[in-house]
């Protein structure tokens, strides 16, 4: 245990923030997602929601001020009714963390693809629907 790191970093996911370069990204997966046949490295954060690990992430790592959109969501396919409340709840962690982050939506097979460009995914338990996201990493300056 390390004082002051959240306990929901596990050390695998620590190295993996702590490798990736301005401009990486890291994709937080739901629970339905298909992380293992997308994930070039995949780190497996089964039982947690995701709100509770971005906000521990992002006591830890800078979003990508150079972006119009560091925080990607996965679009609603049009015509499906469901809500997405917890789009809400990471507005508000990232608004907690850093002030001015606008959120773009991508269209689902779109989101799938940069995925895969991604330079992790972690693999969540997170049951709410269009519940995955993705963090371009930030510099600190």
Not at 4 to 12: K, M, Y
Not at 87 to 110: K, S, T
Request: hydrophobic share 45%; with cysteine; proline share 6%.
């Amino acid at each position: 245990m390390l004082k002051g790191i959240s306990p929901l970093l596990s050390p695998e996911l620590l190295k993996i923030l702590c490798e990736m370069g301005h401009g990486d990204e890291i994709v937080f997966a739901d629970a339905n997602f298909p992380a293992v046949s997308t994930a070039n490295r995949l780190i497996r954060a089964d039982g947690h929601g995701i709100p509770e690990l971005l906000a521990a992430t992002l006591e830890l790592f800078p979003l990508n001020r150079y972006l119009t959109h560091p925080v990607m969501l996965m679009q609603v396919t049009p015509g499906d009714p469901v809500q997405t409340p917890v789009w809400d709840v990471y507005r508000d962690l990232v608004n907690r963390a850093e002030q001015g982050i606008e959120f773009a939506e991508i269209e689902r097979f779109e989101f799938y693809e940069r995925a895969k460009k991604a330079y992790a995914v972690v693999a969540t338990g997170e049951k709410a629907l269009y519940g995955n996201l993705i963090l371009s990493k930030g510099v600190i300056g």
